[in-house]
């Protein structure tokens, strides 16, 4: 694990009034707890914290000047982030540590390459993306490399797979899945098809329909031709009297 320097300032007090008037003031409220010693109240300045953590990121021993003139090694056990705008730092606690007693970490596990299945239609699919590591501080890696470019379909690696130093407590169950090949997924299209016996039962009722229609419209055209032939008969029978 890298070590480095973080500058913080003492804060008066806890609390949500000065946590809020920190933020305001383009800082990040903190604490530092731990070793059976008291919780110390910081702030630090949040562009500082932000640089911070792009070069090194949370994996880090830091040598933090808690009390003036004296210097304490810790680490970051906890950011918090606002939920919505995630670069938005809310509060950062720290943890005090002694360099020869062992400590657990959240290890970041780090994908390398192109699997090869991919390039078949395979799915990448990545559930675990931080290992639990117990170690002392010096041994605790800032990140786990794997290199999946020669996983083709089917292929699994697990928590177990994983080479490690035997100094190095590995605190995740062994079979838990940190990268898998899957097959591609396919979209099955339902095709209703009609059988041929509906398909003729609807043209049947389609041909009924259509005579019924026929029929109907010659009793109309009777209806209205009858009295026109009647009239004319009426008219030559007055026309010969």
């Not at 657990?104 to 931080?130: C, D, H, K, N």
């Not at 940190?178 to 099955?188: A, F, G, K, L, Y």
Request: aromatic residues 4%; negative net charge; hydrophobic residues 35%.
């Amino acid at each position: 694990m890298q070590q480095a320097k973080l500058e913080v300032q003492p804060r008066d007090a806890f609390g949500k009034q000065s946590a809020r008037a920190i933020r305001r003031a383009g800082g990040v409220p903190a604490v530092v707890y731990g070793r059976k010693e008291g919780t110390v109240p910081l702030q630090i300045n949040e562009r500082i914290l932000k640089q911070f953590l792009r070069t090194y990121g949370e994996n880090v021993i830091i040598n933090m000047e808690v009390t003036e003139g004296k210097s304490e090694p810790v680490i970051i056990k906890e950011i918090q982030r606002d939920t919505v705008e995630k670069r938005i730092l809310l509060h950062a606690d720290f943890l005090r540590i002694s360099l020869d007693e062992p400590v657990t970490s959240s290890v970041p596990i780090v994908i390398v390459g192109t699997p090869a299945g991919a390039q078949e239609g395979g799915v990448m699919e990545f559930p675990l993306r931080y290992l639990t590591l117990n170690c002392l501080p010096a041994l605790m890696p800032n990140e786990i490399t794997i290199d999946v470019t020669n996983l083709n379909i089917g292929d699994i690696i697990y928590v177990q797979d994983i080479k490690i130093d035997d100094e190095i407590e590995v605190m995740d169950e062994a079979q838990r899945i940190i990268v898998s090949i899957s097959q591609p997924r396919v979209i099955v299209e339902e095709v209703v098809e009609v059988e041929e016996g509906e398909e003729g039962e609807e043209a049947e009722e389609g041909e009924e329909a259509e005579e019924r229609d026929d029929d109907a419209a010659e009793d109309e055209a009777e209806e209205r031709t009858e009295p026109e032939v009647i009239s004319r008969r009426r008219r030559n029978e007055d026309d010969e009297e």
